[in-house]
């Protein structure tokens, strides 16, 4: 079975710096995928980033991009020059035929 | 491209009652999948179908059912709605399974006193 595990329930960040947000994975697949959706408060999931499991660069889409650990099965998103903007719900997902999501980190990005 | 469409967007339901809720793409996806979201628990997948005809069970299936007899559409129907069913439901579609990302609804925020 498939597990995601978001340890961060919250997360605060200043205005222009960077953060990253934990994501750890547990499957015995070996062809998977992994994405980050964004949710903000206005509710709309919002697709964000993209990482294959047989990719050996880490993906990056703006200022977002995706710290791709394999042998530690991590997939940490990093946002890079944090804007208020980026205040919302992420939620990291794996998947393997079906998707399957973590409980999510709120970000607030202060100024 | 209208994408994702979901009605109703809200909806307040007595136990016991039954109801569908609408689910729309236009971009020939073949895959199609119903969450629904509870507070703290992310989304949780209720049923997929990989193709018209083709459905299955995701991880909260209870008290729902689905039918896909054309690519476009794909309702979850709620049998007999209890109060643990309250929960925003979202609808997603993508052009197949693992590797491409999913396109989601707005959400149907559904009550059920």
């Known amino acids: 079975a498939q597990k995601i595990t978001q340890t961060q329930p919250g997360m605060f960040v200043q205005e222009k710096e960077a953060v990253t947000l934990d994501c750890t994975y547990d499957?015995?697949?070996?062809?998977?995928?992994l994405f980050w959706y964004k949710q903000p408060s206005s509710g709309e999931m919002i697709f964000l980033i993209y990482?294959?499991?047989?990719?050996?660069q880490n993906a990056t889409e703006g200022r977002y991009s995706l710290n791709f650990q394999k042998a530690r099965k991590s997939a940490n998103l990093v946002i890079s020059a944090s804007q208020l903007g980026d205040s919302a719900m992420y939620f990291c997902?794996?998947?393997?035929?079906?998707?399957?999501f973590g409980t999510g980190t709120r970000l607030q990005v202060t100024l | 491209n209208a994408g994702v469409t979901q009605t109703p967007k809200f909806q307040v339901l007595k136990t016991g009652q039954s109801m569908t809720l609408q689910c729309a793409q236009d971009?020939?996806?073949?895959?199609m999948s119903w969450y629904r979201q509870d507070p703290g628990m992310g989304l949780r997948l209720i049923h997929y179908?990989?193709?018209?005809?083709?459905?299955d069970q995701g991880e909260v299936p209870n008290g729902y059912n689905v039918s896909r007899s054309t690519t476009e559409d794909f309702p979850l129907r709620l049998l007999s709605a209890a109060p643990s069913q309250t929960s925003v439901y979202f609808c997603?579609?993508?052009?197949?399974?693992?590797?491409?990302?999913?396109?989601f609804g707005p959400g149907t925020r559904l009550t059920v006193t």
């Open positions: 997603a579609s993508s052009y197949r399974s693992t590797n491409y990302e999913q396109y």
């Open positions: 499957t015995s697949d070996q062809s998977y995928g």
């Open positions: 990482q294959g499991s047989y990719d050996e």
């Open positions: 997902a794996m998947r393997k035929r079906k998707l399957t």
């Open positions: 971009m020939n996806h073949e895959y």
């Open positions: 179908s990989v193709g018209a005809g083709i459905t």
